[in-house]
T-cell receptor, first 112, second 111 residues
Framework: GENVEQHPSTLSVQEGDSAVIKCTYSDSASNYFPWYKQELGKRPQLIIDIRSNVGEKKDQRIAVTLNKTAKHFSLHITETQPEDSAVYFCAASKTNAGKSTFGDGTTLTVKP | SQTIHQWPATLVQPVGSPLSLECTVEGTSNPNLYWYRQAAGRGLQLLFYSVGIGQISSEVPQNLSASRPQDRQFILSSKKLLLSDSGFYLC??????????FGNGTRLTVT
């Protein structure tokens, strides 16, 4: 089955700096890659996603890049703010977008 | 708009007791439904998913079972809880080619 590895497990940045989280996947048939943000004690919520026919997608301060050849995708957050502090999960799936395999998460801390 | 309801929010149960967690979805028809478990500080593990009434797929062998008695209702059960069943349980729904939408979760502590 699909295996998703996520790095780093923890990331601490200064407010205003950029943060990058990387994920690799094993199944070349995977074609949908969402990113979720989970604040402490709350449910994960989608922040951005990308499909395999696209190499990059941006939404304000957040961007995701996908390298299908290397089977890795990354989340980029620019101009980080304290409210960006949370756990971020990457995921990969194919065909049925709900049956996703998740990475173990990255705890991002943005210091004011 | 679509909404998902999951209850209870927290639950403390003794080892060996039964479990029933319920999830309902409003505002969409024939959704795919999922139960995930999240151990403390860990990622999300898919336990069960369902593409229709009475259709349940189990992803990992465990002490739990799931049922879908109605199109928008998904139930997670256990006959006898184990200590290792403690965790944060999340119900989610999706439709084809869309992301997951999670409920608020149930924090289960087995004592």
């Amino acid at each position: 089955g699909e295996n998703v590895e996520q790095h780093p497990s923890t990331l601490s940045v200064q407010e205003g700096d950029s943060a990058v989280i990387k994920c690799t996947y094993s199944d070349s048939a995977s074609n949908y890659f969402p990113w979720y943000k989970q604040e402490l004690g709350k449910r994960p919520q989608l922040i951005i996603d990308i499909r395999s026919n696209v190499g990059e997608k941006k939404d304000q301060r957040i961007a995701v890049t996908l390298n299908k050849t290397a089977k890795h995708f990354s989340l980029h957050i620019t101009e980080t703010q304290p409210e960006d502090s949370a756990v971020y999960f990457c995921a990969a799936s194919k065909t049925n977008a709900g049956k996703s395999t998740f990475g173990d998460g990255t705890t991002l801390t943005v210091k004011p | 708009s679509q909404t998902i309801h999951q209850w209870p929010a927290t639950l403390v149960q003794p080892v060996g007791s039964p479990l029933s967690l319920e999830c309902t979805v409003e505002g969409t028809s024939n959704p795919n439904l999922y139960w995930y478990r999240q151990a403390a500080g860990r990622g999300l593990q898919l336990l069960f998913y369902s593409v229709g009434i009475g259709q349940i797929s189990s992803e990992v062998p465990q002490n739990l079972s799931a049922s879908r008695p109605q199109d928008r209702q998904f139930i997670l059960s256990s006959k006898k809880l184990l200590l290792s069943d403690s965790g944060f349980y999340l119900c989610a729904w999706s439709v084809q080619n869309s992301p997951l939408h999670f409920g608020n979760g149930t924090r289960l502590t087995v004592t």
